[in-house]
């Protein structure tokens, strides 16, 4: 299977979900606002919003597996014990996502007081896993694949933080979704298609980590700048006129 279409593969379950997210959205619409009839461009703009970072998330997560597997065969079962384990980094903060989501969404405007406690759930999660691939990459993968992938160990800290960086982003994501910032999604999947170009054509074996280490880390950084520093900036020029 060439790389591209294992990408286009990893997408087909999110079409599934898109009906299920219109039908969802709309009852949602339909109680909040106590309207007996919610305006189908409203569900569709809300729905989209969310197939948008669904499909951004798929990109995420499973382009570089695919990728991996079709550019360097031969080093599919390292990155495989990678990914394995970078999986159980991010699922620890998608769990705490799946209940942070609809309480934002409840709160309105004082959904931030939330965010900054599910940020410092997900961070004391994640020093567990991460402190472990740092200082007992070996021992963590001896116990949970076998001894034959011990390779792999000198990539497993890299891994584990780039994935690191992704869960507080996710987190972010969800965050700016529920208010209603849209946008948010747009961004995430412009730079998850980047991730797809640089691995597919220009990355080598060694630089895939380190490529999805910065875009990562670009794409957490900009959630930050858009959920708070220019919202601060443009509070305090307000003040200030």
């Known amino acids: 299977m060439s790389a591209g279409a294992a990408v286009i593969a990893s997408l087909i379950p999110i079409f599934a979900a898109f009906g299920q997210l219109f039908w969802l959205s709309r009852q949602q619409l339909q109680e909040t606002h106590k309207l007996n009839l919610v305006p189908k461009a409203e569900i569709i703009h809300y729905s989209l919003a969310i197939f948008i970072q669904l499909a951004a998330q798929a ?38 996502g799946l209940w942070f989501f609809p309480r934002v969404a409840q709160l309105g ?63 972010l994501l969800n965050h700016a979704l529920a208010m209603g910032k849209v946008l948010v999604g747009y961004l995430s999947l412009a730079l998850a298609l980047l991730q797809v170009i640089f691995l597919s054509h220009f990355a080598q074996f060694d630089q895939v980590i380190w490529g999805q280490f910065v875009l990562k880390g670009v794409l957490l950084v900009l959630l930050i700048g858009f959920l708070y520093l220019w919202p601060k900036a443009t509070k305090a020029k307000r003040s200030f006129h």
């Open 109 to 171: 405007d004082q959904g931030f007081r939330l965010l900054k406690q599910a940020l410092v759930i997900t961070l004391a999660l994640l020093s567990l896993p991460l402190l472990a691939s740092l200082f007992g990459a070996k021992v963590m993968l001896a116990l949970l694949l076998g001894q034959e992938f011990l390779v792999a160990a000198a990539w497993l800290w890299p891994y584990s933080l780039m994935m690191s960086l992704y869960a507080l982003a996710h987190i």
């Open 59 to 96: 990109l995420w997560l499973y382009s570089d597996s695919f990728i991996v597997n079709a550019r360097w065969p031969q080093d599919s079962g390292l990155y495989a014990a990678l990914v394995m384990y970078g999986r159980m980094i991010f699922f620890l903060a998608y769990v705490l």
